[in-house]
Nanobody, 126 residues
């Protein structure tokens, strides 16, 4: 059974940092891509970042709004994908989700992601 669990969210001041973790079970991470998404009430869920499978070279993609501030990485030995978020802004406030499409590449369409975690709240406020 595939399971994804996010952690690491919280309240942080503007300019601060957080590291989100996505711990998974039920599949071999080496073979699958993992994406991070976020959603605020009343808006569609948007893609933040994605890392392809190790066999595909662990290539990464980022939304323009987070480029240069967020970094995605994976630790296959720990069954975990991380999202390091630096220089956080109030507009980064959202519930953050991780998801997998159960294949090696990073789809552009969020509907191509098959399994999702429950989400973790990130609030950036002074």
């Amino acid at each position: 059974q595939v399971q994804l669990v996010e952690s690491g969210g919280g309240l942080v001041q503007p300019g601060g940092s957080l590291r989100l973790s996505c711990t998974y079970s039920g599949f071999i991470l080496d073979y699958y891509a993992i994406g991070w998404f976020r959603q605020v009430p009343g808006k569609e869920r948007e893609g933040v970042s994605c890392i392809s499978s190790s066999s595909s070279g662990s290539s990464t993609t980022y939304a323009d709004s987070v480029k240069g501030r967020f970094t995605i990485s994976r630790d296959n030995a720990k069954n975990t994908v991380y999202l390091q978020m630096n220089s956080l802004k109030p507009e980064d406030t959202a519930v953050y989700y991780c998801a997998t499409p159960r294949h090696s590449g990073c789809p552009k369409n969020r509907y191509d992601y098959t399994y999702w975690g429950q989400g973790t709240q990130v609030t950036v406020s002074s």
